[in-house]
């Protein structure tokens, strides 16, 4: 029972990493229409500028957060900018293509400045961090990550509800068109989204980097697990990205805690199978039902 309940906290935790990850996926879906087949390489650029910020420049951990996030929120505008305002009109499929080009060309300009080697953070989570509940121990990775999704949910929550930015973005969501007939200003609510999934994207990278390291190979992979998360919450709700979040992470862990570590990247994709054949938009996705 005790090791049941260790992988359960494990699962937990790598959940809530998968549900940060899947927000920044959701919001520019949701916003744009667009797949962003480049996810998992922001993500991987957020990592490397904390550690170039904290390890390399050795400036203070605090610090090297506000820098990280200010910069990955600016990458993002200049990425929508440079890249998918000047697609605006174009067919989705050219769209999706062009982040497919993106995240080519990021993972290989990472690799041409960082190469394909490991890299690890100095260990700078407090101890205060570790709790023990009964017979089960929480390290101060996972506690950190449970503390920054519940963080990370409260500031999203009040964003969209009372901020008159994440109004409009919940508007552009529901309807571009009608958003456009009320002055909305569509094309900012893109290029924002862009840049919250950016910051977020950072935010994961950095949680990653702190559990398994920093590795241009590993962080890009993390952007096709968002896929099943999203797949199975559904692509339109950011509710269902954190549910299935949970889901796979605590899924993942078990079947590699009970039978093989092997079979732990494998998991996810048989989930996506199978919610793609029972249940294709998802468990909270938005059913389209057109009429001929």
């Not at 949701?30 to 990592?47: D, M, P, Q, R, W």
């Not at 862009?194 to 952007?223: E, F, P, Q, R, T």
Request: net charge neutral.
């Amino acid at each position: 029972m005790d090791f049941f309940l260790q992988l359960l906290v494990q699962g937990l935790s790598v959940g809530c990493l998968y549900a940060i990850a899947a927000l920044g996926f959701v919001m520019i879906f949701k916003s744009s229409s667009v797949l962003n087949f480049a996810h998992g390489e922001l993500l991987a650029i957020g990592a490397y500028i904390f550690l170039v910020i904290s390890v390399w420049l050795n400036l203070p951990i605090y610090l090297a957060f506000i820098i990280t996030f200010v910069g990955s929120f600016l990458l993002g505008f200049v990425i929508e900018r440079l890249f998918l305002r000047p697609m605006i009109g174009e067919a989705l499929i050219e769209v999706i293509m062009l982040t497919v080009g993106l995240a080519a060309m990021f993972k290989g300009l990472l690799l041409f400045i960082f190469s394909g080697n490991t890299y690890v953070y100095p260990s700078f989570l407090p101890a205060g961090l570790t709790l023990k509940i009964g017979s089960v121990s929480i390290s101060p990775v996972y506690t950190a990550t449970f503390l920054i999704t519940i963080v990370f949910l409260i500031v999203f929550g009040l964003f969209f509800k009372y901020s008159s930015q994440g109004i409009y973005m919940r508007s552009v969501a529901d309807s571009q068109t009608a958003a456009l007939s009320l002055g909305v200003n569509v094309r900012r609510v893109f290029a924002l989204s862009w840049a919250i999934a950016s910051l977020v994207c950072a935010m994961s990278g950095i949680v990653l980097g702190i559990l398994n390291g920093i590795n241009v190979h590993d962080l890009s992979k993390m952007g096709l697990k968002v896929f099943p998360v999203v797949i199975l919450g559904g692509l339109e709700s950011i509710g269902g990205a954190i549910i299935g979040g949970l889901i796979i992470g605590v899924i993942e862990t078990l079947v590699s805690g009970y039978f093989s570590t092997s079979l732990r990247d494998v998991v996810a994709y048989i989930i996506l199978v199978i919610i793609l054949m029972i249940k294709p938009y998802g468990l909270f996705g938005l059913v389209e039902i057109e009429r001929v």
